[in-house]
């Protein structure tokens, strides 16, 4: 079974670095703590305010658990993300291992 690797990449508003930077540190402690979750978060070498959280699945099946096991805790960390990220710089990138 192959790995998956679900990249979600995106620029934070300038002027919100810093509650993101707190907002991040609370979601690295629930989704790779509390949820066990093989989660990582990444700024952009050279991209000031641009960041990738990354998400390794064990399976396809791992993978595509992960939005209908949604918590209501994760849920709303989401939400203040949302808050927080530019409009529109959102990216979405998923990689498949190969066997």
Do not use: W
């Amino acid at each position: 079974m192959p790995k998956v690797i679900l990249q979600i990449s995106y620029e934070v508003h300038p002027e919100k670095r810093e509650e993101y930077l707190v907002l991040a540190a609370e979601m690295r402690s629930h989704f790779a703590g509390e949820r066990g979750k093989n989660y990582a978060m990444y700024e952009v070498k050279g991209k000031k305010n641009s960041f990738v959280e990354e998400f390794v699945c064990a399976s396809q099946e791992e993978y595509e658990a992960l939005e209908d096991n949604m918590t209501e805790s994760s849920e709303a960390l989401v939400g203040r993300l949302e808050g927080v990220v530019r409009e529109g710089s959102t990216r979405y990138t998923t990689l498949i291992g190969l066997d």
